[in-house]
């Protein structure tokens, strides 16, 4: 019973990674003083079965049954990788069905080791347990090998042998042999399966991603010495762009809007009402008369070379995701087209968008009660564009002031046809519309990271980010966004941003950052959380040989390095909290056991920082050996990923972390 997760009543699947290591739980009894056992049995989208793992009771008292396990094996194929058509073959709706079932041989050898014990009824107790261990060598269930089999047999001989001693003959049913084959192939009676608990197995980088966002129209921009004007990037002088990405050890590029800008109440700088003659406008007020969401803004270029930068990507080992913004400039062709899939007011006029206290006069909003199947239709159409030209992903903008169904509706079209395609919705809104939208099949979510900054808000939100939770919604963490700068950021300063970076990276199995992080550009504009002169309204002419004096994009290359050389650790459902004294100390750990890593060793992760930007701090931190399979007698041997320096930990550890030295560990368990 309650077997977990199950979120919804089961309507719409858990969602993991293929290979991500992911709990499941369930409520195992029987009756009287029986033996129960658990098996948890994974079956593939074809209905094959992958693997039969053993439950482990953590709470007799409840009932309660624990299993890890994986859903295939992960990988590093790209999705244009000729090898990703066998990935592609393992994607679909796999089922872990949990098995209960009479553990016949342990309630056998509970009761005759007491009566040998106390010369009670040996004969019987131990010729039931000959006949026991003769039956279970017969057991297909069991799946022996010839010498599994030979070995029960033996065993059946030696304890039906009256020759011997009662402790000879129990001894040959109680030893280290039979104990372990009893829990790789144990006798199975009264197999009682549950429903089948359905989980939507995806494609790598669905769960495990590094994310990269930069303005093209800035990449490569430079001032022109004749006129004093900037002159704007391209496309092509975006591979700087990605040749940058690559270096810090991102694998996704996210590129804001690159079709046309609208010339209709387009923005100036710092979201001014009024657009200067060399104010570029936002590349969110979509559509001018050049073209709409299927057009490259021939400011940046052309389709060829946006195809070009995508293959470019996809040399470096780079995926392309692409923001959609589903929205209008008035000069937009839609309007004109489509002059019903917008809402207008009482005196006729269509109405632009606002969320208030913002406005965007350069933006009208679709009404999707008029023709929501005609929008579809296009959509879809747009997306298969784009996917053809080399996308791979979409984030799309505002997802939740469109409705869910319609996203139900686009997203289940373009991965029937291209399963490959991920989805990231920027949705920073209430949980129950942020869930509703993963339900419906995006991928991975923006989420309320960068507003969780104490420790007791951090240590909340990294349980629900990797617990139950991520098996639904995958929240990816971003310090900062074109559209976010907290306070947190712009008062803490350099030690501020690789604080932030470090949660970010170790927080969440998918994380992200937007350029210009390495160049520590924190500052306000006044009265709102967002940068000034901010990048949305202007372009942005970077000085990058500047970045080495802040060691940020040093820091950002150690993390991704640091994820990749240790992914297996990597999961939404594998965070504990360690336990510290200091409100400006938190630790955490992640840690997948040795018979789900690949590589027969359990990989864990231990991160400590210091949440304080301008303080030192010393602290304690517990550390339970046993709960990530350390032997206490030996204790850990753990090196900081970061500094190379190496320790050895027991219980109760003592930090020190200091804003002009270390901010934080990423400890590694070496043995």
């Given at each position: 019973m309650d077997v977990t997760p199950d979120e919804e009543r089961g309507i719409f699947p858990a969602r993991v990674e293929l290979g991500e290591p992911?709990?499941?739980?369930?409520?195992?009894?029987?009756?009287?003083?029986?033996?129960?056992?658990?098996?948890?049995?994974?079956?593939?989208?074809?209905?094959?079965?992958?693997?039969?793992?053993?439950?482990?009771?953590?709470?007799?008292?409840?009932?309660?049954?624990?299993?890890?396990?994986?859903?295939?094996?992960?990988?590093?194929?790209?999705?244009?990788?000729?090898?990703?058509?066998?990935?592609?073959?393992q994607l679909g709706e796999w089922t872990v069905t949990i098995e209960g079932w009479e553990d016949t041989y342990r309630?056998?050898?509970?009761?005759?080791?007491?009566?040998?014990?106390?010369?009670?009824?040996?004969?019987?107790?131990?010729?039931?347990?000959?006949e026991l261990l003769e039956r279970w060598s017969a057991t297909k269930d069991a799946r022996l090998n010839a010498d599994q089999r030979k070995l029960l047999k033996?065993?059946?001989?030696?304890?039906?042998?009256?020759?011997?001693?009662?402790?000879?003959?129990?001894?040959?049913?109680?030893?280290?042999?039979?104990?372990s084959l009893h829990e790789t192939n144990p006798l199975r009676d009264g197999i009682s399966p549950s429903a089948p608990q359905r989980f939507k197995v995806e494609r790598p980088a669905s769960s495990f991603a590094a994310w990269y966002q930069?303005?093209?129209?800035?990449?490569?921009?430079?001032?022109?010495?004749?006129?004093?004007?900037?002159?704007?990037?391209?496309?092509?002088?975006?591979?700087?762009?990605?040749?940058?990405?690559?270096?810090e050890g991102f694998d996704i590029v996210y590129l804001p809007p690159i079709f046309p800008i609208g010339v209709t109440n387009r923005k100036g700088r710092n979201n001014s009402l009024v657009a200067g003659p060399d104010d570029p406008g936002s590349p969110f007020g979509i559509g001018s008369s050049l073209g709409g969401h299927d057009t490259v803004d021939p400011q940046l270029g052309t389709m060829d070379d946006f195809k070009a930068l995508c293959a470019k990507a996809h040399e470096l080992g780079l995926e392309i995701a692409l923001d959609f913004a589903?929205?209008?400039?008035?000069d937009h062709p839609w309007v004109k087209e489509h002059p019903n899939w917008f809402r207008t007011k009482p005196d006729g006029t269509i109405a632009f968008a606002e969320n208030p206290p913002k406005k965007y006069q350069d933006i009208y909003p679709i009404d999707f009660n008029a023709d929501m199947a005609g929008i579809e239709r296009e959509v879809e159409r747009i997306m298969d564009l784009?996917?053809?030209?080399?996308?791979?992903?979409?984030?799309?903008?505002?997802?939740?002031?469109?409705p869910v169904r319609f996203w139900q509706d686009v997203i289940a079209a373009v991965t029937r046809r291209h399963p490959e395609v991920l989805f990231l919705a920027e949705a920073f809104t209430r949980p129950g519309m942020m869930r509703a939208l993963s339900y419906v099949g995006f991928t991975q979510s923006h989420c309320y990271f960068p507003w969780r900054n104490t420790k007791e808000e951090l240590s909340k939100y990294l349980l629900e980010t990797n617990g139950d939770d991520g098996y639904y919604q995958h929240n990816t963490f971003w310090p900062t966004t074109p559209d976010i700068l907290t306070a947190y950021v712009r008062d803490n300063g350099i030690a501020g941003h690789a604080v932030r970076a470090v949660l970010a990276a170790m927080g969440s199995p998918s994380w992200g950052i937007y350029n210009g992080f390495e160049l520590i550009e924190n500052k306000q504009r006044p009265g709102f959380e967002e940068q000034i002169d901010?990048?949305?309204?202007?372009?942005?002419?970077?000085?990058?040989?500047?970045?080495?004096?802040?060691?940020?994009?040093?820091?950002?290359?150690?993390?991704?390095?640091?994820?990749?050389?240790?992914?297996?650790?990597?999961?939404?459902?594998?965070?504990?909290?360690?336990?510290t004294h200091d409100p400006n100390i938190l630790a955490f750990a992640r840690h997948t056991p040795a018979e789900l890593t690949g590589t027969g060793k359990a990989e864990t992760l231990i991160i400590v920082v210091n949440l304080d930007g301008h303080n030192a701090h010393q602290d304690e931190v517990h550390f339970e050996m046993t709960d990530f399979d350390v032997d206490p007698a030996k204790g850990a041997h753990l090196r900081d990923e970061l500094t190379g320096r190496e320790y050895e930990w027991k219980w109760d550890n003592f930090v020190s972390l200091a804003p002009w030295a270390d901010v934080a560990h990423v400890f590694t368990v070496v043995r």
């Open positions: 992911f709990k499941v739980t369930a409520q195992v009894f029987i009756e009287g003083r029986t033996k129960v056992g658990a098996t948890a049995v994974v079956r593939n989208h074809r209905g094959k079965e992958m693997s039969r793992t053993a439950m482990t009771c953590t709470n007799s008292g409840l009932d309660r049954w624990e299993v890890e396990l994986t859903c295939g094996e992960r990988s590093d194929v790209k999705p244009w990788d000729p090898d990703f058509a066998a990935i592609k073959r309630s056998w050898l509970h009761d005759a080791r007491i009566k040998v014990k106390v010369n009670d009824d040996v004969e019987n107790a131990l010729d039931s347990g000959a033996e065993a059946a001989k030696t304890a039906a042998d009256r020759t011997l001693t009662p402790a000879e003959r129990l001894a040959a049913a109680d030893n280290a042999e039979i104990e930069f303005f093209p129209r800035s990449e490569g921009a430079y001032v022109d010495p004749a006129t004093g004007k900037i002159v704007q990037g391209t496309l092509r002088t975006s591979i700087s762009g990605l040749e940058r990405a690559k270096a589903l929205q209008c400039s008035p784009w996917i053809e030209a080399g996308v791979t992903i979409f984030r799309v903008d505002n997802p939740h002031t469109k901010n990048e949305k309204y202007e372009i942005k002419v970077r000085d990058w040989d500047a970045a080495p004096k802040y060691g940020i994009a040093k820091l950002l290359t150690s993390l991704n390095r640091i994820r990749r050389e240790h992914k297996a650790a990597f999961s939404y459902h594998n965070v504990s909290l360690l336990g």
